[in-house]
C-alpha cells in the first residue's frame, strides 16, 4: 500500500520569497516519488521526479526537491516565487512495479503575492 | 504527437443516464489510468490498465467500467450516473521503459450529474 500526506493545502509566499511545498510519503516498496503542477481549467503536467538515482532533482521553472528515506519526505522548493508560480501542486507516489497505479496527495494551492 | 486527448471536454448528464468518456493516446505507451479529481482530494484512481486486454481496479472503482481492446484507447463507462460521480475526469498514459514512471494527462472532461 502506498499513500500521500500533503501538508498544507493552501501556501502564501510573497514575490521573490522561498517557496516550500510539503510532501511525506508511504510506500512497501522502493518508491518512484513526482510532482506535478496543474494551473487553472487544465491538466497536469510533471515539475520533476524521483526514480532511485540521484536524491537531489531539479525539475523546469526552477524547482528542486529532495528525497529523504529517512524522513520519508519529498518537499517541493523554489528559491525565488514568480507570480506564475502560482498554480496547485500535487506530490504523487507510483509503485516501483506498476506505472499505471499512481497515489496523489490532496494538493496544495499556492498563491504568491506582489 | 497529439499526446492524451480525451472527448468531450464537457458534459451535463441526468442522474440514471449512462455515456462513455473516451480517451486515447499516440504514445504507445503500455499504461492508462482513470483518476477523478474532486474538490480538496486530489486524484483518486478509478481504473488502470496494464496493456491491451487487462484492466485492474483503482481506489474508487464503484458505478465504472473500463475496457482496452487496443494499446491506445481506454473509454470509461458510467453505467447508471448519480450525482455523487460529478467530477473533472483525467486521464493518463505511462510507460516503464528506463524507469520513466510519471503519468501523461489529458485536459480533463467536467462532468456534472443533476
Known amino acids: 500500500a502506498q499513500s500521500v500526506t500533503q501538508l498544507g493545502s493552501h501556501v502564501s509566499v510573497s514575490e521573490g520569497a522561498l517557496v516550500l511545498l510539503r510532501c511525506n510519503y508511504s510506500s512497501s516498496v522502493p518508491p518512484y516519488l513526482f510532482w506535478y503542477v496543474q494551473y487553472p481549467n487544465q491538466g497536469l503536467q510533471l515539475l520533476l521526479k524521483y526514480t532511485s538515482a540521484a536524491t537531489l532533482v531539479k525539475g523546469i521553472n526552477g524547482f528542486e526537491a529532495e528525497f529523504k528515506k529517512s524522513e520519508t519526505s519529498f518537499h517541493l522548493t523554489k528559491p525565488s516565487a514568480h507570480m506564475s508560480d502560482a498554480a496547485e501542486y500535487f506530490c504523487a507516489v507510483t509503485e516501483s512495479t506498476n506505472a499505471g497505479k499512481s497515489t496523489f496527495g490532496d494538493g496544495t494551492t499556492l498563491t504568491v503575492k506582489p | ?114
Open chain 2, 1 to 114: 504527437n497529439a499526446g492524451v486527448t480525451q472527448t468531450p471536454k464537457f458534459q451535463v448528464l441526468k442522474t440514471g443516464q449512462s455515456m462513455t468518456l473516451q480517451c486515447a493516446q499516440d504514445m504507445n505507451h503500455e499504461y492508462m489510468s482513470w483518476y477523478r479529481q474532486d474538490p480538496g482530494m486530489g486524484l483518486r484512481l478509478i481504473h488502470y490498465s496494464v496493456g491491451a486486454g487487462i484492466t485492474d481496479q483503482g481506489e474508487v472503482p464503484n458505478g465504472y467500467n473500463v475496457s482496452r481492446s487496443t494499446t491506445e484507447d481506454f473509454p470509461l463507462r458510467l453505467l447508471s450516473a448519480a450525482p455523487s460521480q460529478t467530477s473533472v475526469y483525467f486521464c493518463a498514459s505511462s510507460y516503464s521503459h528506463q524507469g520513466s514512471y510519471e503519468q501523461y494527462f489529458g485536459p480533463g472532461t467536467r462532468l456534472t450529474v443533476t
